[in-house]
């Protein structure tokens, strides 16, 4: 049995979402909260890594620059996240709509990771349901595997 594909390009332009509804679900559950703290609080360390230092050698050079770029960066995100929250249930996306996708699901999985202090020396692994935050890992995990398939999904229209 070939495994499952939950990204296929069609052909024309746009991509089959195959989806299973717990899936869904979790991206449904998890945009609101991304979002809601990006727009409550830009700056809370859990973002670190959706806005890494530019100029780590520059406090003042870096401080322009977050000044400059910071406030289109999170009208960037969060409109992105307006799109895969109003597409949670779509079966069919365009390739601008496959792009939001990419990036929300990377942005959820960048925080997720901060959150969970995962670094990238770390490999999958089981995760032991007695753990407080083995949902989180599975989460982690899951979004991994699905933005390798948007990703791919992507590439393969190039």
Same mark, same amino acid.
Request: aromatic share 6%.
């Given at each position: 049995?070939a ?5 296929m ?23 609101p909260?991304?979002?809601?703290l990006l727009?409550?609080?830009?700056n ?8 890494p ?14 000044d ?6 999170v ?6 996240l307006?799109?895969?929250?109003e597409?949670a249930?779509?079966?069919?996306l ?8 990419m ?8 925080v997720?990771?901060t959150?969970?202090g995962?670094t $990238?020396?770390? $490999?999958?692994?089981?995760t032991?349901e ?7 890992r ?21």
């Amino acid at each position: 049995m070939a495994p499952r594909q939950p990204v296929m390009p069609n052909g024309d332009g746009t991509y089959s979402l195959n989806l299973r509804e717990e899936e869904r679900a979790l991206i449904s559950a998890i945009v609101p909260d991304l979002r809601g703290l990006l727009a409550d609080d830009p700056n809370d360390e859990m973002l670190t890594r959706l806005f890494p230092t530019a100029r780590p050698d520059d406090p003042e050079a870096e401080a322009e620059f977050r000044d400059m770029v910071r406030d289109e960066l999170v009208t960037k995100r969060l409109s992105r996240l307006d799109i895969v929250a109003e597409l949670a249930e779509a079966t069919v996306l365009d390739q601008e709509q496959l792009a939001a996708w990419m990036g929300a699901v990377n942005d959820i999985r960048l925080v997720l990771g901060t959150r969970l202090g995962v670094t $990238e020396d770390d $490999e999958f692994e089981e995760t032991d349901e007695a753990d407080p935050e083995s949902v989180a890992r599975s989460a982690y995990w899951y979004l991994g595997w699905l933005l390798e398939h948007l990703v791919e999904a992507s590439a393969s229209e190039l």
